[in-house]
């Protein structure tokens, strides 16, 4: 198991996804964060100002010497691609580093007849998917150890940006869009985090699907979720992309996490209710 004394730096740690990432990892390991423009965190000694479209990363890196490090990063993809580009060199000189690469569920997006397993490949249609695809495979070729890719489905949150603006939709009586046809399956943060701790604190590495068992048709998904909300009499606006059922799901199969971080979709419901 990982000692309480690794030293984990969470790139985008002001984020939705990244405050979550540190929230459950700070008690536990020496813990870091970036902020890019957010200047609350600057009262945090934990956190460095990072903004991969003008700073270079490998000084920081120098200077805090991470066990881990894991990327939460937003922004622009071709300065985001040099920042990884400048990880993976870091990493290949020091062979003790891991890195983990929050990629996407669109990186199989120009599927659509099935859900996609951690083993299969590639292929996106969506300038996202290509440059989450682009980063996958540039940090693939460190030693299997080094690397650990978890692709996200749709994320969910009581304070993510999804649940925000369905919110705001509904209370500016604007329409809220469904897709009828996409069968998808979701996450949200606090499994996400969960897993992220399993996976460091047992040494994981290779590539994960953190992501509900189940499917759920975009509509059904969004509706049950306005409820869980407590807003009623939203309005809605079917949006159809395709006259088939379309596919945008990652399920697990090589590796499956223990039973108590599997989780249905509608979990997140209760989650939602007690914020609500």
């Not at 920081?60 to 060199?89: C, K, M, T, W």
């Amino acid at each position: 198991m990982a000692s309480k004394k690794n030293r984990v730096l969470i790139l985008g740690a002001s984020g939705f996804l990244g405050q979550s990432i540190y929230k459950e990892f700070s008690p536990y390991f020496k813990t870091f964060g970036t902020y890019c423009s957010n200047e609350k965190f600057k009262k945090n000694n934990q956190f460095f100002k990072y903004d991969c479209e003008c700073d270079d990363i490998v000084e920081h890196l120098e200077r805090i010497n991470p066990d881990v490090i894991i990327s939460a990063l937003r922004g622009e993809f071709s300065y985001q691609l040099v920042a990884h580009q400048h990880l993976f060199q870091y990493a290949k000189m020091h062979n003790h580093v891991k890195i983990i690469f929050l990629s996407s569920s669109n990186v199989f997006d120009a599927y659509s007849k099935y859900p996609s397993y951690e083993n299969d490949t590639t292929l996106s249609n969506s300038i996202y998917g290509h440059f989450k695809i682009r980063v996958e495979q540039q940090l693939l070729k460190l030693p299997n150890k080094q690397v650990v890719i978890m692709r996200l489905p749709m994320v969910f949150g009581v304070q993510s940006t999804r649940v925000k603006e369905l919110r705001a939709l509904h209370e500016l009586d604007e329409f809220i869009e469904l897709f009828p046809n996409l069968v998808m399956n979701v996450s949200w943060d606090t499994k996400i985090t969960q897993h992220l701790h399993y996976i460091v604190n047992r040494n994981k590495y290779g590539i994960f699907h953190c992501a509900s068992t189940d499917l759920v048709h975009h509509e059904d998904f969004i509706k049950d979720l306005i409820r869980a909300m407590g807003l009623k009499h939203s309005k809605y606006k079917f949006v159809y992309t395709t006259n088939d059922e379309r596919y945008l799901a990652v399920m697990p199969k090589y590796n499956t996490p223990p039973k108590h971080l599997l989780f249905e979709s509608n979990s997140l419901f209760q989650e939602i209710k007690r914020a609500y």
